[in-house]
C-alpha cells in the first residue's frame, strides 16, 4: 500500500489517511509518497512502517550514525538539525490548534539549535557483564545493541564508550550491589559530562557552572542550554519568582545576587540538595508540587514551571489560575500536554511568544518554551 505523508505530528510521526483511517509512519518527511506495512493500531489509528520512499522530500538526508534503525537512541536522523527544529515547531503549532484550540497563533521566534553533531553530554549505558557487551537498547526492543562510538555523545564519553575498561568496572560494582535491571539482565549505567569530567552513577561534577550529577535530571545539551536560560531571565519580570519543579536549580540560580525573593520547589530530594549549592539565596521546599501549590495564596510576579512529560497535574493548573500571576514561563518537553494545560490557562492567560529548543537533534523529542501574560495585567 502506498501513502502520501501529510505533515509530521509528535513523535516524528509522518501522518497520512487511505479512507477514513488515520495512518502513521515513523522514518518518513512531508510530501513523501512511501510504500507501507502495517505493524498494528492502537488507539484509532494504524502503525506502519516505511518499505519504500517513491517520492523523496527534499529535506531527506542519510543517518550519521551506521546503527540507525538498529539501535533505539535515535530516531530522527533523517534531516538537517535547522530542518529538525522547524518541523518540530510546525508539530507544536498544530497541537495548538488541535489540543488547546487556538484559532490564531502565537508569535514563534525563531527556533533554537546548534549544528554541532557532538552534543549530547548525558546517556544510559546498558552493560552485560556475561560477555562485557556495552550499548543502548534496539529500537523498540529490549535486545542489546553493541555500541563502540556514538556521534552523538560527547568526546570525553565516547572515548569512554571505546575505551570500556572504566565503563566495566564501574558496571561490576554495581553488579556486586544487586544493581541489576531484572527485566533486562543488564545492568544500567547513567553519566553526565561536566567542564571537567564525567560522572559515572552518581559522582558530583560542574556543568556549565552547575553542580550535577548523573544520577539526577540535568540537560543533555549543555551546547544549546545558555539560550534557553537566558530566554527564561529575560522574561521573568518582577520581585517574587515561583520556580516549580525546580530540579537542580537550573532556573533558581538565574537570579543568584537579584533583589528578588525566589521559591524553589522539588519533590525529588537529591535535586533540592544541588539546588541549595546551586541557588543558596532562593527559598528551597522538598515537596510534591500538587500539594504545595495550595499554600500559596498568590502574590507571585512570575511562574516558572518545568514539569515532566506528563505536564501539569490538573490541581497545580487551577492553582495556577487562582494566583494569576502577572506571568508564567512553561518549559515544556512535551507539546500534547503543554496545549492540554493550556487549553484550560488560556481562559487566563494568552501566550506572549514561543521559541523551540531543539535539545534532541536526531530524535524526535521535543523542548519548547511558552511565555504567557495574564489577560489584563501588565
Same mark, same amino acid.
Given at each position: 500500500?502506498?501513502?502520501?505523508?501529510?505533515?509530521?505530528?509528535?513523535?516524528? /510521526?509522518?501522518? !497520512?489517511?487511505?479512507?477514513?483511517?488515520?495512518?502513521?509512519?515513523?522514518?518518513?518527511? =512531508?510530501?513523501?509518497?512511501? *510504500?507501507?506495512?502495517?505493524?498494528?493500531?492502537? %488507539? %484509532?489509528?494504524?502503525?506502519?512502517?516505511?518499505?519504500?520512499?517513491?517520492?523523496?522530500? =527534499?529535506?531527506?538526508?542519510? =543517518?550519521?550514525? =551506521?546503527?540507525?534503525?538498529?539501535?533505539?537512541?535515535?530516531?530522527?536522523?533523517? $534531516?538537517? &538539525?535547522?530542518?529538525? !527544529?522547524?518541523?518540530?515547531?510546525?508539530?507544536?503549532?498544530?497541537?495548538?490548534? &488541535?489540543?488547546?484550540?487556538?484559532?490564531?497563533?502565537?508569535?514563534?521566534? *525563531?527556533?533554537?539549535?546548534?549544528?554541532?553533531?557532538?552534543?549530547?553530554?548525558?546517556? &544510559?549505558?546498558?552493560? &552485560?557483564?556475561?560477555?562485557?557487551?556495552?550499548?543502548?537498547?534496539?529500537?523498540?526492543?529490549?535486545?542489546?545493541?553493541? $555500541?563502540?562510538?556514538?556521534?552523538?555523545?560527547? #568526546?570525553?564519553?565516547?572515548?569512554?564508550?571505546?575505551?570500556?575498561?572504566?565503563?566495566?568496572?564501574?558496571?561490576?560494582?554495581?553488579?556486586?550491589?544487586?544493581?541489576?535491571?531484572?527485566?533486562? %539482565?543488564?545492568?544500567?549505567?547513567?553519566?553526565?559530562?561536566?567542564?571537567?569530567?564525567?560522572?559515572?552513577?552518581?559522582?558530583?561534577?560542574? !556543568?556549565?557552572?552547575?553542580? $550535577?550529577?548523573?544520577?539526577?535530571?540535568?540537560?543533555?545539551?549543555?551546547?544549546?542550554?545558555?539560550?534557553?536560560?537566558?530566554?527564561? #531571565?529575560?522574561?521573568?519580570? +518582577?520581585?517574587?519568582?515561583?520556580?516549580?519543579?525546580?530540579?537542580? +536549580?537550573? /532556573?533558581?540560580?538565574?537570579? *543568584?545576587?537579584?533583589?528578588?525573593?525566589?521559591?524553589?520547589?522539588?519533590?525529588?530530594?537529591?535535586?533540592?540538595?544541588?539546588?541549595?549549592?546551586?541557588?543558596?539565596?532562593?527559598?528551597?521546599?522538598?515537596?510534591?508540587?500538587?500539594?504545595?501549590?495550595?499554600?500559596?495564596?498568590?502574590?507571585?510576579?512570575?511562574?516558572?514551571?518545568?514539569?515532566?512529560?506528563?505536564?501539569?497535574?490538573?490541581?497545580?493548573?487551577?492553582?495556577?489560575?487562582?494566583?494569576?500571576?502577572? #506571568?508564567?514561563?512553561?518549559?515544556?518537553?512535551?507539546?500534547?500536554? /503543554?496545549?492540554?494545560?493550556?487549553?484550560?490557562?488560556?481562559?487566563?492567560?494568552?501566550?506572549? #511568544?514561543?521559541? $523551540?529548543?531543539? /535539545?534532541?537533534?536526531?530524535?524526535?523529542?521535543?523542548?519548547?518554551?511558552?511565555?504567557?501574560?495574564?489577560?489584563?495585567?501588565?
Amino acid at each position: 500500500m502506498a501513502l502520501t505523508i501529510e505533515k509530521l505530528v509528535t513523535g516524528a /510521526f509522518g501522518l !497520512a489517511h487511505d479512507g477514513g483511517r488515520t495512518c502513521l509512519v515513523k522514518d518518513v518527511l =512531508p510530501g513523501e509518497r512511501v *510504500e507501507v506495512s502495517e505493524i498494528g493500531s492502537k %488507539g %484509532g489509528a494504524c502503525f506502519y512502517e516505511p518499505v519504500s520512499i517513491l517520492e523523496t522530500s =527534499p529535506m531527506r538526508i542519510p =543517518p550519521v550514525c =551506521p546503527l540507525y534503525g538498529v539501535c533505539g537512541g535515535c530516531d530522527f536522523q533523517i $534531516v538537517s &538539525r535547522r530542518d529538525s !527544529a522547524l518541523l518540530k515547531q510546525e508539530s507544536i503549532k498544530d497541537n495548538l490548534r &488541535r489540543i488547546s484550540g487556538l484559532e490564531k497563533l502565537p508569535v514563534f521566534l *525563531e527556533p533554537a539549535f546548534t549544528e554541532s553533531l557532538a552534543y549530547r553530554s548525558r546517556v &544510559r549505558l546498558h552493560v &552485560r557483564l556475561s560477555d562485557r557487551t556495552i550499548g543502548f537498547l534496539g529500537r523498540e526492543s529490549s535486545s542489546l545493541v553493541p $555500541v563502540t562510538h556514538c556521534p552523538l555523545l560527547t #568526546k570525553r564519553i565516547d572515548d569512554l564508550l571505546s575505551e570500556r575498561c572504566t565503563i566495566l568496572e564501574h558496571a561490576r560494582r554495581m553488579m556486586f550491589s544487586n544493581k541489576v535491571n531484572r527485566r533486562t %539482565g543488564f545492568v544500567e549505567l547513567a553519566l553526565q559530562d561536566g567542564d571537567d569530567e564525567v560522572s559515572i552513577d552518581g559522582n558530583d561534577v560542574t !556543568a556549565l557552572g552547575y553542580l $550535577v550529577n548523573s544520577g539526577v535530571f540535568f540537560q543533555s545539551n549543555l551546547l544549546l542550554l545558555p539560550d534557553l536560560l537566558s530566554f527564561v #531571565k529575560e522574561n521573568a519580570a +518582577g520581585s517574587v519568582v515561583m520556580d516549580l519543579y525546580s530540579g537542580v +536549580g537550573t /532556573f533558581s540560580r538565574l537570579f *543568584e545576587g537579584e533583589e528578588r525573593t525566589v521559591y524553589a520547589v522539588e519533590k525529588e530530594k537529591r535535586c533540592l540538595a544541588l539546588s541549595k549549592v546551586n541557588a543558596p539565596s532562593a527559598r528551597s521546599f522538598t515537596a510534591d508540587v500538587a500539594l504545595f501549590s495550595r499554600r500559596v495564596k498568590g502574590g507571585v510576579d512570575t511562574v516558572i514551571v518545568d514539569p515532566p512529560r506528563t505536564g501539569l497535574h490538573p490541581s497545580v493548573v487551577e492553582m495556577l489560575m487562582s494566583w494569576n500571576s502577572p #506571568k508564567i514561563i512553561y518549559v515544556s518537553c512535551d507539546s500534547t500536554t /503543554f496545549c492540554r494545560d493550556y487549553a484550560v490557562l488560556k481562559k487566563r492567560y494568552a501566550i506572549e #511568544k514561543a521559541k $523551540v529548543f531543539d /535539545f534532541y537533534p536526531g530524535s524526535s523529542h521535543e523542548e519548547s518554551c511558552f511565555v504567557l501574560s495574564a489577560v489584563g495585567v501588565t
